[in-house]
């Protein structure tokens, strides 16, 4: 069974940082590329970032760059977001899923809160 177990999350002031996490088990993790995916309260999912399956390539929405590191473990099958410089505005649920091609996802963890106020 595919599972993705999301952590990390929390309230943070505006400025601050926090770094997500995600266990996976269930699949080859090494072999699958990973992306982090966000939804604010009333608003669609919005793609952050994505890793391919070496950790060697990265992508981030434009929004988040410099400011957002994602990376992977494969040893120890997990993803993780850094995330740096946070706005109030990225207050959200950050979910990892495993990518399944352009904008396709096709598991998902349960999602992280990540809060940002002062």
């Known amino acids: 069974e595919v599972q993705l177990v999301d952590s990390g999350g929390g309230l943070v002031q505006p400025g601050g940082s926090l770094r997500l996490s995600c266990a996976a088990s269930?699949?080859?993790?090494?072999?699958?590329?990973m992306s982090w995916v966000r939804q604010a309260p009333g608003k669609a999912p919005e793609w952050v970032s994505s890793?391919?399956?070496?950790?060697?390539?990265?992508y981030y929405r434009d929004s988040v760059k410099g400011r957002f590191m994602i990376s992977r473990d494969n040893a120890n099958n997990t993803l993780y977001l850094q995330m740096n410089s946070l706005k109030p505005e990225e207050t959200a649920v950050y979910y990892c899923?495993?990518?399944?091609?352009?904008?396709?996802?096709?598991?998902w963890g349960q999602g992280t809160q990540v809060t940002v106020s002062s």
């Open positions: 899923a495993t990518q399944a091609g352009i904008d396709a996802y096709e598991y």
């Open positions: 890793i391919n399956t070496k950790g060697d390539t990265t």
């Open positions: 269930g699949f080859t993790f090494g072999s699958i590329m």
